[in-house]
């Protein structure tokens, strides 16, 4: 069946980008997104990508889609204390098949001054 | 506006009890969806409603039950507890119609501990 892996933990220094990985096996996956946990708090939508785009830029947020190797990635620029969460990338053929999103393990961000 | 509220915030059950856990969607939404995040394992996609009818779930047996209410406000409910079923149970909604984004909103969960 489908699967989207992350690797479990990353620690960067403050002021420093932080690149979160993901790859996923379902090729009709057409959308897909970052949702960020913060501790105690449910899931958050950072952004998304279609597949049509290869790039889409937002603030300190940029994600990169590599189609061929069904590989996503998330990078934070200048990152900071309050970037340390859970990120989760997600995918689903279609926004209206919501009920079909699969989220990766999640990657636990952790940022030291 | 009010977020997705869940309650109860924790709850501590003994194997073989069941548990009932609720969710009140952002106003103005009508598909909730529920959520089991476990230790390591991502979440994991359990039901789906949608306008007071089951939509969709997901691999789990049947004793994850639930329901929709006129309100869509849900429940979940979880029959003869293992001590597998312990994990974080989040609740998210969304639009009918919700557009091209599919941008779930997310309550803060519910800790469900089996001992």
């Known amino acids: 069946g489908e699967d989207v892996e992350q690797s479990l933990f990353l620690s960067v220094r403050e002021g420093d980008s932080s690149v979160i990985n993901c790859t996923y096996t379902?090729?009709?996956?057409?959308?897909l997104y970052w949702y960020k946990q913060e501790p105690g708090a449910g899931l958050q939508l950072l952004t998304y990508i279609f597949s049509n785009m290869d790039m889409k830029q937002d603030q300190r947020l940029t994600v990169l889609l590599n189609k061929k190797d069904k590989h996503l990635s998330l990078r934070i620029a200048d990152t900071q204390t309050g970037d340390s969460a859970i990120y989760f990338c997600?995918?689903?053929?279609?926004?209206?098949?919501?009920?079909?999103?699969?989220f990766g393990t999640g990657t636990r961000l952790q940022v030291f001054p | 506006e009010a977020g997705v509220t869940q309650s109860p915030t924790h709850l501590i059950k003994t194997r073989g009890q069941q548990a009932t856990l609720r969710c009140s969607p952002i106003s103005g939404h009508t598909s909730v969806y529920w959520y089991q995040q476990a230790l390591g394992l991502g979440l994991q996609f359990l039901l789906w409603y949608d306008e007071g009818e089951e939509r969709n779930r997901g691999n789990f047996p049947p004793r994850f039950s639930g329901r929709q209410f006129p309100n869509y406000s849900s429940e979940l409910n979880v029959n003869a507890l293992e001590l597998e079923d312990s994990a974080l149970y989040l609740c998210a909604s969304s639009r009918a119609g919700q557009g091209a984004t599919g941008e779930l909103f997310f309550g803060e969960g519910s800790r469900l501990t089996v001992l």
């Open positions: 997600a995918e689903t053929p279609s926004p209206y098949n919501t009920d079909k999103l699969i």
């Open positions: 379902d090729s009709s996956s057409t959308y």
